[in-house]
């Protein structure tokens, strides 16, 4: 979208259909490298309660490491929290972006078949 003076000296706001689509599109291209970061975060903190836990008779983390587990835990809910809450404002966004570039197309169709009916 850009924005430019007119000749009444007021802003005219135009949009690229094809932009926002594309824009759209990129936007949802994101997601998975949220979804594999998220899964990254839990990957990390499985294998640490695995090795902290090798050898232990409950199959626990021992309790000199167990802390750092809670902690590395902590860390990663709020890393998937936040790319829960990244991700679906992308998604969002997205969406957003791709049904006004299509409700530009469709209003400029409409526009189109006026014009195209005058003088008929």
Do not use: Y
């Amino acid at each position: 979208m850009t924005g430019e003076h007119n000749a009444g000296g007021g802003q005219q706001i135009s949009a690229n259909p094809d932009n926002l689509r594309a824009f759209g599109n990129q936007l949802n291209g994101e997601l998975a490298k949220m979804d594999s970061f998220a899964a990254l975060a839990n990957e990390v903190v499985e294998t640490a309660r695995r090795e902290a836990s090798e050898g232990t008779v409950d199959h626990n983390p021992s309790g000199m490491i167990s802390p750092a587990v809670q902690s590395l835990e902590l860390v990663r809910d709020k890393i998937v929290n936040a790319v829960k809450q990244v991700r679906q404002n992308f998604e969002n966004d997205a969406n957003e972006a791709i049904k006004l570039a299509n409700d530009i197309d469709a209003q400029q169709d409409h526009d189109s078949a006026k014009i195209k009916g005058i003088g008929k």
